[in-house]
């Protein structure tokens, strides 16, 4: 239920996508974006460690997310791009 997700996603300009974070930013952007998603261990915790290939595929599905997740909040799209990369992660 994530009705700012659509209008964040239409709003982007070239020059927001062309931004780039300083240090400080990008901080508080991963703070945002762990609060969403979470850490990776906790994404890996519930998965078998016999299966070293899922737990592999679910570590890079999350590391993606996450770097994902910081650009969007860096670029603009704030606690919403979070919230959005959540719902996406935890589709799946």
């Known amino acids: 239920m994530l009705i700012g997700s ?10 927001a996508v062309l931004k780039s974070c300083t240090k400080q930013e990008e901080d508080e952007a991963r703070d945002i974006c762990h609060k969403y998603l979470g ?6 915790s519930g998965s078998s460690l016999k299966d070293f ?11 993606e997310t996450l770097a994902d ?6 670029v603009g ?7 959005l990369a959540a ?3 935890n589709a799946f």
């Open 77 to 83: 799209g704030g606690e919403t791009a979070a919230e």
């Open 39 to 44: 850490t990776s261990d906790a994404m890996t």
């Open 6 to 15: 659509s209008s964040f996603i239409l709003n982007l300009t070239p020059e």
């Open 69 to 74: 997740c910081i650009f969007d909040v860096c």
């Open 87 to 89: 719902e996406i992660l």
């Open 53 to 63: 290939e899922t737990q592999r595929a679910i570590l890079k599905n999350f590391q």
